[in-house]
């Protein structure tokens, strides 16, 4: 075991960077993740740990897009309640799933999380593309389709999570929400009702480590604040691009150390 005060500079480092990538780019997961993991934390109390530590970031997000909510009213409730049905089943799986289990998943989810990341840009430009495309800004989608796949996608947003937002956007563009920033606000808001269901279960169940996760709440935050005013002189691909590194980076490092 690592003594404290390294494991309190490791993590502080770690959820500092973290804040930063999740305001430039997203993937601030693929640091604070196995950070938690590198000092000693058991795989589920990790995971638990970094979801409740990066959640009230996700919380505070929502506010900037509530404008863009209310062209879309009818649509926050249903997808609420997928959330909140896919993001609780996926927690109390995980909670459910052997420590080694979880453990042998690690590289596998790591490495789907760094796939959906580096996928998730030519997607994005599709979106903008079929929004720019398309006239029939008044359709409405089927509400139990639609419910159905993203309860899916927040099921795993509540197992795991790691770049789950792109697959969120894309369900509700190819079911006719088609205003790129209607479709952010929409994503925020389902991906933090998911994750949010999630933490109340995590706390529930006693699996989180408060004297890791107030650190990375703390530092996480003026990470984000700080990458939030950098981000504005940084190349967004040369970001998305670090982040896709570091993903694929840290996937390859435990299939090493796992599987070894």
């Not at 993740?33 to 990066?54: D, E, S």
């Not at 998730?120 to 398309?134: E, F, H, I, N």
């Not at 409405?140 to 937002?165: E, K, N, Q, R, T």
Request: charged letters at 10%; a positive charge.
């Amino acid at each position: 075991m690592i003594h404290w005060d390294l494991a309190g500079i490791w993590l502080v480092i770690a959820s500092f960077l973290a804040g930063c990538l999740n305001a430039m780019a997203g993937g601030g997961s693929f640091l604070s993740f196995p950070a938690l993991l590198g000092i000693g934390v058991p795989p589920i109390q990790a995971n638990a740990t970094n979801t409740v530590a990066l959640w009230p970031g996700q919380f505070t997000s929502i506010a900037a897009y509530f404008e863009d909510l209310k062209h879309n009213l009818k649509l926050v409730w249903p997808l609420g309640l997928s959330a909140i049905v896919g993001g609780s089943a996926g927690s109390i799986v995980l909670l459910r799933t052997k420590q080694g289990t979880f453990l042998h998943l690690v590289p596998w989810l790591l490495l789907i999380a760094a796939t959906l990341f580096s996928v998730s840009g030519p997607v994005s430009r599709w979106l903008q593309q079929r929004t720019r495309s398309q006239r029939a800004a008044d359709s409405h989608p089927s509400f139990l389709p639609l419910m159905f796949f993203v309860a899916i996608v927040c099921f795993y947003i509540g197992y795991f999570g790691a770049g789950a937002g792109f697959l969120i956007m894309s369900v509700l563009a190819l079911f006719g929400i088609q205003n790129i920033n209607q479709i952010n606000a929409l994503k925020v808001v389902t991906t933090t009702l998911a994750n949010g269901v999630a933490v109340l279960i995590f706390i529930a169940r006693h699996q989180v480590l408060w004297q890791h996760c107030l650190l990375m709440m703390v530092t996480g935050a003026i990470g984000g604040y700080l990458g939030g005013r950098g981000a504005r002189r940084l190349d967004p691909r040369l970001a998305r691009a670090f982040v896709t590194i570091i993903g694929f980076s840290m996937a390859g490092y435990f299939f090493w150390k796992v599987y070894r």
